[in-house]
């Protein structure tokens, strides 16, 4: 059964600081792996979408990357901002209509 | 507008009444999910649809029911709503065909059941 751990539950960093999220995951028979970010009292946006076949994806300042073979993928975020600050999750797809998410990481981001 | 739109936001009941949450989307997908949210379980999904005659019970289904009223439209319901249903409910959609699958969130309900 798959099962999506994301470690530190919660991270406080300053700043302007380079930080890295974790997402690890138990099956490495996944399509996709997705990272969304939830702010709190909305839904969750899709931040980055890293297929199988790929290593890594680049939006701005945000790079994901992924390794299959060692079940992990890593959301880095440069410079950070307070804007950053919100509750963010990864989800793998397995297919046909299975996403299974983690339980998220909780950023927050001092001025 | 939202792309996904949920009603309504937040919802306060008592135990045994029965609850609708509806979820209307312009996406025009074809597929649409309704998940769940609890602090530290994640997100688990309830019932998908793959279209209007297409419903399929997700992991956690008992004590919900759902209806595929057109392609656009995708409503949860609770016949008779208790304590341990209280959480945040998600209605997301994604594009048949589309080989990424990427789901589309609407913005969320709470539900509180006293």
């Known amino acids: 059964k798959q099962e999506v751990t994301q470690i530190p539950a919660a991270l406080s960093v300053p700043e302007g600081e380079n930080l890295v999220l974790n997402c690890s995951f138990t099956?490495?028979?996944?399509?996709?792996l997705q990272w969304f970010r939830q702010d709190p009292g909305k839904g969750l946006t899709s931040l980055l979408l890293?297929?199988?076949?790929?290593r890594e994806q680049t939006s701005g300042r945000l790079n994901a990357s992924l390794d299959k073979s060692s079940g992990r993928s890593t959301l880095y975020i440069a410079a950070s901002q307070p804007g950053d600050s919100a509750t963010y999750l990864c989800?793998?797809?397995?297919?046909?209509?299975?996403?299974?998410f983690g339980t998220g990481t909780r950023l927050k981001v001092l001025a | 507008d939202a792309d996904v739109t949920q009603t309504p936001r937040n919802r306060i009941t008592k135990t045994g009444k029965r609850i609708m949450l509806e979820c209307s989307q312009t996406k025009g997908h074809d597929r649409m999910y309704w998940y769940r949210q609890d602090p530290g379980l994640g997100l688990r999904l309830i019932y998908y649809?793959?279209?209007?005659?297409?419903?399929n019970k997700g992991e956690i289904s008992d004590g919900y029911s759902v209806s595929r009223q057109a392609q656009a439209k995708f409503s949860l319901s609770l016949e008779s709503a208790i304590p341990n249903q209280t959480a945040l409910y998600f209605c997301?959609?994604?594009?048949?065909?589309?080989?990424?699958?990427?789901?589309?969130f609407g913005a969320g309900s709470r539900l509180t059941v006293l």
């Open positions: 890293i297929q199988s076949s790929q």
């Open positions: 099956d490495s028979a996944i399509y996709n």
């Open positions: 997301a959609t994604s594009e048949r065909g589309s080989g990424a699958n990427v789901l589309t």
């Open positions: 989800a793998v797809f397995a297919g046909t209509y299975k996403y299974i």
């Open positions: 649809s793959f279209d209007v005659k297409d419903i």
